[in-house]
């Protein structure tokens, strides 16, 4: 049973526009969340992340929103870069004893020039 | 640059052979981890280490057999593999477990079980 769903496993954004990738949760206990950005041949680079006690988080770029009730969070790229064209991973991590990051399904994000 | 390191980059091994991935921090960090991921799928976790003790095994075969010989170093011991076991395996380590901190991930081994 998929925890931790990213129901869009690819996504082409026009360079300069926004790019936003969704995320979807179904275990109300997870309280910290993040976004990771993974280039072939590399191991997954920490982007971002937010505190269930937050509902946005920002640095640069990058916004991470958390909608709790929703149970849903996503990384807004504003504006989207070639460079940035790469898989992006969620994950939440649960304070209930285990703390073990689960991990979405990933989104390929294509940047186009 | 990352700063967690895995070595070696790319693996073949037949099913009746030993081998060992590496990886190695120097950021201080206490907790380690060892992840599966299989291609179009994400991460798995296998092992933690908290404070060089083995902390979660998340019922990995005995094929596999992870150390942790001082707080800078993490092996995975590899033995009797099995081709289903082909896949990308990465370490990675954060400040203590536990906390609500990111974790810092190697670039992987690449796996391939003839």
């Known amino acids: 049973d998929q925890q931790v769903k990213q129901n869009s496993p690819s996504l082409s954004v026009q360079e300069g526009r926004i790019s936003i990738l969704n995320c979807d949760y179904t275990n109300s206990m997870f309280d910290y969340f993040l976004w990771y950005k993974k280039y072939p041949a590399e191991g997954p680079t920490f982007l971002i992340s937010?505190?269930?006690?937050?509902d946005k988080n920002e640095d640069g770029r990058f916004t991470v929103f958390l909608n709790k009730s929703a149970k849903h969070l996503s990384l807004h790229i504003v504006p989207s870069q070639p460079g940035d064209s790469a898989v992006y991973f969620c994950?939440?991590?649960?304070?209930?004893?285990?703390?073990?990051?689960?991990f979405g399904t990933g989104t390929r994000l294509k940047v186009l020039a | 640059d990352t700063e967690v390191t895995q070595t070696p980059k790319h693996l073949v091994m037949g099913m009746t052979n030993k081998k060992s991935l590496k990886c190695e921090q120097h950021?201080?960090?206490?907790?380690m981890y060892w992840y599966k991921q299989k291609a179009k799928k994400p991460p798995e976790l296998m092992f933690v280490?908290?404070?060089?003790?083995?902390?979660i095994n998340e019922s990995v075969p005995s094929r596999f057999s992870p150390e942790c010989p001082n707080s800078s170093l993490l092996n995975l011991h590899l033995h009797a593999l099995q081709p289903e076991d082909s896949a990308l395996y990465l370490c990675a380590s954060s400040q203590v477990q536990g906390l609500n901190q990111p974790q810092h991930f190697g670039d992987g081994t690449r796996l391939s079980i003839l």
């Open positions: 994950a939440a991590l649960g304070s209930s004893g285990t703390y073990k990051y689960i």
């Open positions: 280490y908290s404070y060089e003790k083995l902390s």
């Open positions: 937010i505190s269930s006690i937050k």
């Open positions: 950021m201080g960090h206490r907790a």
